[in-house]
């Protein structure tokens, strides 16, 4: 069984990749125990007792073990435990199956020799054969005229063929006169070569990587190397060189000691020397004239120490903001990118392209108990909106306390507490100290079945301090506290309905609507000091606010949105109600089986916000009007099919209209086609729209065609249009993409078992 470390390995190309998989099967899945009962079936079977040998002919089958050996032909020396199949030899492991003319199997030491025989290995679907394939001992072969291929049929479509070939599992093997052909053409031939033959993983060279862009680098190759250092370590070495902009070196270091501990280093450097202007609209400003260091480094690495505690870093910087600008069609972000916390060595949990706002590093330490967690946090933030990252705010560090919702002892009352310490940290501007200690009680009241009341109670004091500014001009006071108190309640129900169905499969349909109503004050805070300067006395005074590096004050009406407050002096009193209703519908299928499956079909979450004291305001000619109203918050789910998806979140404001807006369509079908619609919309900022078509234009020829377009700046972003033709073990496709700024063409080669090359 192999471990979670090396399932994730690439295996090198092309000679160096194939036979260890094929032999294993003999060497360790297709190997019989010598302890194991012997059992023939034959149309006739006899014993010759002199010699102790079973002779079975017509229809024989021997199961040993795990094993099947079929042949129309099998005699069975007990005493030397030989077993000498002839006339459709064949022997069978679970999947794994070795065929041929004549098969020598011994039993006891696990030799033997095969001819004119195939070994299919089904875990890859390799097929290897020769006209003699000899075990020479536990881990030693010998073939003559070896083949392998990951096609199916006796005409492969592409072979790896050679004169002869030596092995030992674990070790090395080597093969003469070795040659890679197409429909017995031959396209690649070495002489000899030596390769790994280790039943898991191989150093050696991985596929290339090779594109031509038109304006940005010109010709561009990579050819990366994978080091297997040991079975907890390995490394992937990647030159690369680009026409325009001279060589980039970068490194991927892994290490597994098991699920506790685990982690990825990467890092690249170039010095770029391509001359770069921009002045317009749409981006930073810059002039690079010579030379530049570009470089960029991730950081994942995971320690357990027990269920409840952990040791994460996530660490993640480039040299500039145009970094996934200049390098947008190949990076190691892009290449590595996951979605999903599945893959241990894939946790670059961003999408690394050129739209990317900013980058956010972090390192984490976690503490849990039964009823308390303890964290410890530092982050640090790249904005790429801005050619100086001085005046961004930092958190160094951040520790977060917080008491799991729990009841006082045996009473009705239930109890919970926050607290958090921020050191909060930029070269330029105001940096200081923050706390945050806040207990909350809560008491549940259930009124008949229908109804929950929860009254609460949250105190959060607020304690700061901030340091002294450079130019020399802070001279009040730097530090103060402050106490705020959030009294509500939330209601809420839910009513629920079943119904029989019989459509689409369902058998059973269940509704269920959940309203709810969230009530929060927050009464009036003043806040403490700010340096500002006065023209009357020319000087600087001190005037009430906190420093601005601190975090705002919400509502801390849970989901609903925060409602913020324009009075710089004070935190205005907060005096508010909200709403909630969400509708789901889940159905119910039963298999043939009687096998049970839940699908929730549809899930439609709307939520506002009242804001009591903004309707009760006065209002004249010379203040503006009154919006107590909040943005409605529109979620929808529906899933009717596995075939079809359909997602909105939407945002509308009953004053200004809609202020954001998001769909996504997914259709799919059984053969492979697919439709994705999307749609992105954000008040005087963002409008794109969408779109990535796959299409099976014939059983083998597929389509895609991926449109991007930027509504709110009249310009495309992406278009790609592609075709990809895809055989039983190899693939041939071509991809145009063309975007704002720059056009490229990719060839993709894909043999089945080796892996795709990009040109």
Known sequence: MLNKFERLCIRPVWVSFFLFCCLSAWAGDLKLPSEAPVKIEADNLSYDNERDVYAATG??????????????????????????????????????????????????????????????????????????????GENTYRIEQPVATTCDGDDPDWKIAGSSMSVTLEGYGWMKHARLETKSVPVLYTPLVAFPAKTRRQTGLLLPYLSHSKNKGGLDIEIPFFWAISPQMDATFYPRFIEKRGFQGGMEFRYFAGSSSRGTLYGDFMADRKDVYEAGPGGLPRDWQGTHKRWSYYLNHYSELDSQFYLRTDLRRVSDPWYFRDFDSHNYYLSNYSATEEDPFRKVSFQGNSSLPYLESTARVFKGWDNFNLMGRVGYRDDFSTLSNSRTIQQYPEIIFTGIRQPLFSTPVYIEFSGAYDYFYRGEGRKGHYMDIAPSVSVPLKVYDYLTITPRLTVHELLWYSSREKSGYDTGRRGDARTVINAGFNASSRLLRVYDVNVLGWDKMRHEIRPEMVYSYIPRVRQDQILQWDETSSSWIWMDAVPDYLPRLSSLIDPFTALDSDDAEAIGEQNAVGWALTNTITTRAASDKGALTYNEMLRLKLFQLYDINEARRNTNWLTPKMRPFSDIEIELDFRPHHYVSFAVRNRYSPYTGWKEMNYDLGLYDWRGDSLILGYRYTQDRVETINADLKAMLTERLSGRLLLSYDRLHHRNIESTVGLMYNHQCWGLGVDYTKTHDDQRVMIKVSLAGLGMLRI
């Open 59 to 136: 229809n024989v089958i021997i199961n040993y073990g795990d094993g099947t050996l079929t042949a129309d032909h099998v005699e069975y020396d007990r005493k030397n435990n030989l077993a000498t199949a002839e006339g459709r030899a064949f022997l069978k492991m679970e999947e794994d199956t070795l065929a041929g003319e004549k098969i020598v199997v011994n039993l006891a030491d696990k030799t033997g020799v095969a001819y004119y025989s195939k070994i299919f290995y089904a875990r890859n679907h390799f097929y290897i054969s020769g006209e003699r394939i000899e075990k020479t």
